[in-house]
């Protein structure tokens, strides 16, 4: 069940507006996970800065179980990540950030209970 948060100080407005979908679409395809497990939102207009600069940028954070445990992993999503993110909100490489964190089945609440147990 990955999650995924994409936070930018871009306007709203800046979004594509299928973005949510091709989102939860390269997400899919990149993690190799059913796309009816895949969560997303997307939280433009934040207060946010890269290296001190208040130019447009973004952060996306990818939390999922079993594929973002490893150095190797990460290091392939980041770089399907970056081409998804830089072709559709038109940022350089420099100004996204990608945080990865691995969860256990444990740390993940859904329908009443823990995914441990569904």
């Known amino acids: ?3 995924l948060e994409l936070e930018s100080n871009l306007a709203a407005s800046c979004f594509p ?6 989102l939860s679409w390269a997400v899919a395809t990149i993690l190799d996970k059913p796309q009816e497990r895949i969560n997303v ?3 433009p207009n934040i207060l946010g800065s890269i290296g001190g600069s208040m130019s447009p940028c973004a952060q996306l954070i990818v939390s999922s179980i079993g594929v973002v445990g490893t150095a190797k992993q990460n290091k392939e999503h980041s ?5 998804f ?3 559709e909100l038109g940022l350089s490489a420099d ?5 990865f964190h691995p969860l256990e089945k444990w740390q993940i609440g859904e329908k009443g209970t823990i995914v ?3």
């Open 79 to 83: 770089n399907k990540f970056f081409e």
């Open 41 to 43: 939102s997307v939280k």
């Open 116 to 118: 441990t147990f569904l």
């Open 85 to 87: 993110l830089t072709r």
């Open 17 to 22: 507006e299928a973005l949510m979908e091709q």
């Open 1 to 3: 069940m990955p999650l």
């Open 95 to 99: 100004r996204i950030l990608i945080q």
